[in-house]
């Protein structure tokens, strides 16, 4: 009997559920796209310069005879291509003999040089300290942990032409890391597979100009962005599907008498606004979604409130930049 009154108020339980389910309103079904978002560069020079002289000025590591070469090539193959024309200057113009004590240029020679290569801008660098490493120890599955690492100090100066024309300079200082780890039965096999400290110090070198040129550079990265499918009859995403932007944004303009198809519908036409780069009329559009989701007492709205509120943060931090 016990167990007859428990099975009927398991399905009793059960049937609740299912007109729950049922009654429950759908969360709002989204389409997931990317777009690109470029970050300018973290260095820049005037828009009117092109060609760069890379210069070095450095007192050779006796343990890394080659690496101003280098980094300084390694930072020009990363500039070609850009909107700078980089060229070389292998010989240092550094005569201090002190690998830690550094001789900068004067404006005077920078000027100089510049004159000598025809060149509208110098990327000189002053210093080039690398310590690569590499240890070995037992753990605690009678198994062998070996790592390398390689640790680069870099000093650098930039000689350009300010909005007066006249040679201005900035100092660089940076510190990079480049890291290499591996597990073995033995010592000897685990640190075998790991590149010889000379080879660390090469990578390294070579890194440090790459990481530097890389500062130089708009950086481009890929962002998750959603749309919100207003249902069968949405053109808006048809117009969207065929990069068909402007069509896209009309549709999603009509007024709408459903509160929550016209928000979302503002934040659809905020992500398009936003990938044409017009991205004044991207932040309005979200924050005419954001007013009317906050218009509308429901979870769903308020859940949806808090995510066009974080991307009204995104455009912002990209308006900033």
């Known amino acids: 009997m016990a167990n007859t009154q428990l099975i009927n108020i398991l399905r009793r339980a059960a049937v609740i559920l299912l007109i729950l389910a049922a009654v429950t309103p759908l969360r709002a079904q989204q389409w997931h796209t990317t777009i690109e978002v470029t970050h300018p560069a973290e260095l820049s020079l005037p828009l009117s310069v092109s060609e760069v002289l890379l210069v070095n000025n450095t007192v050779a590591h006796p343990d890394e005879p080659m690496g101003a070469f280098y980094t300084l090539m390694a930072c020009s193959e990363m500039l070609e291509g850009s909107d700078y024309l980089p060229a070389v200057l292998e010989t240092s113009q550094n005569e201090s003999g002190s690998l830690y004590r550094r001789q900068l240029l004067s404006t005077t020679q920078a000027d100089s040089l510049m004159s000598m290569y025809q060149s509208q801008a110098l990327i000189v660098l002053n210093q080039l300290i690398v310590h690569p490493s590499t240890e070995c120890y037992q753990t605690d599955d009678d198994t062998y942990y070996a790592f390398t690492q390689a640790v680069a100090a870099t000093h650098w100066t930039l000689f350009f032409p300010n909005e007066n024309n006249q040679l201005t300079q900035r ?141 009204q943060t995104q455009l912002r931090e990209r308006m900033a930049k």
């Open 171 to 311: 100092t660089l200082v940076y510190a990079d890391t480049l890291y290499w780890e591996n597990e073995g039965e033995s010592a000897e096999s685990a640190v075998q597979a790991l590149p010889s400290n000379e080879e660390a110090g090469d990578e390294m070198c070579i890194y440090a100009g790459e990481h530097f040129a890389e500062r130089m550079l708009p950086q481009v990265e890929t962002a998750d962005r959603y749309l919100y499918d207003l249902g069968k009859d949405d053109q808006g995403i048809e117009y969207f599907a065929r990069r068909q932007w402007q069509q896209a944004i009309d549709v999603w303009s009509q007024p709408r008498k459903n509160k929550k198809l016209a928000a979302y519908a503002a934040a659809n036409c905020a992500v398009v606004y936003e990938i044409i780069g017009d991205l004044g009329s991207a932040y309005a559009a979200a924050g005419k979604a954001l007013n009317t989701f906050e218009s509308i007492h429901t979870a769903d709205a308020r859940q949806q409130a808090v995510n066009i509120r974080y991307y």
